[in-house]
């Protein structure tokens, strides 16, 4: 069975730093691999997603992540954090013969100005 | 863009009392979720259901059952409150499709607490 771990529970960067957050899957073939973002009382918006070609992959308010097969990982970054960036951040992972993702326990971003 | 309604945004219920959660989709999606959100534990999936009247059980299924009448309502019933299911509750749909690489949009959750 597939499983996701995101090894940071919290990180706290400066408004303008560069941002890398971590996730690792455990799953034999090739998985889809999803970032989700959750502000403060809200629900969880996909920020990109990754399930074929490029392993570099584009996402939404400027964040992009790489898949890297040797390592297990698809971490997520972003070269200048935005004070509005604050929010928690979860990686899931799924594959191609069933519709449930599995998640990690999620990565608190906190930024000071 | 896919909505997907979770009918209130805080709960407050006593123990014992049977409380229903109620979401809704308005793309046809044929995939729904409903998950629980607890600090430290992430998302953990209680059941989904990927036809009208058909369910499966995700992980954390006890205590709870779900009910999806129509396509577009997925309903999660809590039978008798306790105060252990105070949490985050966060309803999902997808469009439910080979290869399953669409991901899913999420309601802005329930905030229920029993007490």
């Known amino acids: 069975a597939q499983s996701v771990t995101q090894p940071d529970i919290h990180i706290t960067v400066s408004e303008g730093a560069s941002l890398e957050l971590r996730c690792n899957y455990s799953?034999?073939?090739?998985?889809?691999l999803f970032w989700y973002v959750q502000s403060p009382g809200q629900g969880l918006q996909l920020l990109l997603k990754y399930f074929s070609g490029d392993t570099l992959v584009q996402g939404i308010k400027g964040f992009e992540a790489e898949f890297k097969r040797s390592q297990s990982s698809f971490n997520l970054r972003k070269p200048s954090v935005h004070w509005s960036d604050a929010a928690e951040y979860f990686c899931a992972v799924g594959t191609y013969n069933t519709d449930k993702l599995i998640f990690g326990t999620g990565t608190r971003l906190q930024v000071f100005p | 863009d896919v909505k997907v309604t979770q009918s209130s945004r805080y709960l407050v219920k006593r123990t014992g009392e049977k409380v229903f959660l109620e979401c809704v989709q308005d793309m046809d999606h044929e995939n729904m979720f409903w998950y629980r959100q607890d600090p430290g534990l992430g998302l953990r999936l209680i059941y989904f259901s990927y036809d009208v009247k058909m369910k499966e059980k995700g992980d954390i299924p006890e205590g709870y059952s779900v009910s999806r009448e129509k396509k577009e309502r997925f309903s999660l019933i809590l039978e008798s409150a306790s105060t252990n299911q105070t949490s985050m509750y966060l309803c999902?749909?997808?469009?439910?499709?080979?290869?399953?690489?669409?991901?899913?949009?999420f309601g802005s959750g329930t905030r229920l607490t029993v007490v």
């Open positions: 999902a749909s997808s469009l439910g499709q080979p290869p399953y690489d669409s991901g899913y949009t």
């Open positions: 799953y034999g073939a090739t998985p889809y």
